[in-house]
T-cell receptor, first 116, second 111 residues
Framework: NAGVMQNPRHLVRRRGQEARLRCSPMKGHSHVYWYRQLPEEGLKFMVYLQKENIIDESGMPKERFSAEFPKEGPSILRIQQVVRGDSAAYFC??????????????FGEGSRLTVL | DAKTTQPTSMDCAEGRAANLPCNHSTISGNEYVYWYRQIHSQGPQYIIHGLKNNETNEMASLIITEDRKSSTLILPHATLRDTAVYYCIVRNNNAGNMLTFGGGTRLMVKP
């Protein structure tokens, strides 16, 4: 059973470009979470999605950032017009549907964004 | 979710038990204690969780005080590969699965 898959693992963008990070949850998981970790800092929650729905986006910056989890395909975290301060590791996690809520999140290995 | 307090860093000798404390004095009755760890540059990894009883699995043991205001994660025989940042998180399981990570404890296992 494959774990949470994130790609790309490393992404380099110039200021003003767009970054798209993809996350495929574990098989059978319908909940996806995105976290950001700035260099030498802790993990900060960004957004929580279920299939086709954003449940909680309280940690998402109001501008330039968006997330989706379509009915088919991976979850996408999109950052428009990137700035140097967006350089970070972006981690995706998944969990089964809420009926089996144990609080255990399964994390991917992260996507490391570098903005030049 | 209740706030947790952990030491910033700890050292442990290889092969010895690592005891990582966590204070959560404002925990409420329906909040669980979770432990995760993050080995350098990797994604966080679930270790163990509990409500009020002590718990043990293949990775670690979790000891929760009777008043639930603090807990200790025990790695019985620490190895160099256990060097990581360990996060203690308190969460209400009825509030969705989102976890709030604090600063954690940076455990350094030394040979």
């Amino acid at each position: 059973n494959a774990g949470v898959m994130q790609n790309p693992r490393h992404l380099v963008r110039r200021r003003g470009q767009e970054a798209r990070l993809r996350c495929s949850p574990m098989k059978g998981h319908s909940h996806v979470y995105w976290y950001r970790q700035l260099p030498e800092e802790g993990l900060k929650f960004m957004v929580y999605l279920q299939k086709e729905n954003i449940i909680d986006e309280s940690g998402m910056p109001k501008e330039r950032f968006s997330a989706e989890f379509p009915k088919e395909g991976p979850s996408i975290l999109r950052i428009q017009q990137v700035v140097r301060g967006d350089s970070a590791a972006y981690f995706c996690a998944s969990s089964p549907q809420s009926g089996t809520n144990t609080g255990e999140l399964f994390f991917g290995e992260g996507s490391r964004l570098t903005v030049l | 979710d209740a706030k947790t307090t952990q030491p910033t860093s700890m050292d442990c000798a290889e092969g010895r038990a690592a005891n990582l404390p966590c204070n959560h004095s404002t925990i409420s009755g329906n909040e669980y204690v979770y432990w995760y760890r993050q080995i350098h540059s990797q994604g966080p990894q679930y270790i163990i969780h509990g409500l009020k009883n002590n718990e043990t699995n293949e990775m670690a043991s979790l000891i929760i005080t009777e008043d639930r205001k603090s807990s200790t994660l025990i790695l019985p025989h620490a190895t160099l590969r256990d060097t990581a940042v360990y996060y203690c998180i308190v969460r209400n399981n009825n509030a969705g699965n989102m976890l709030t990570f604090g600063g954690g404890t940076r455990l350094m296992v030394k040979p």
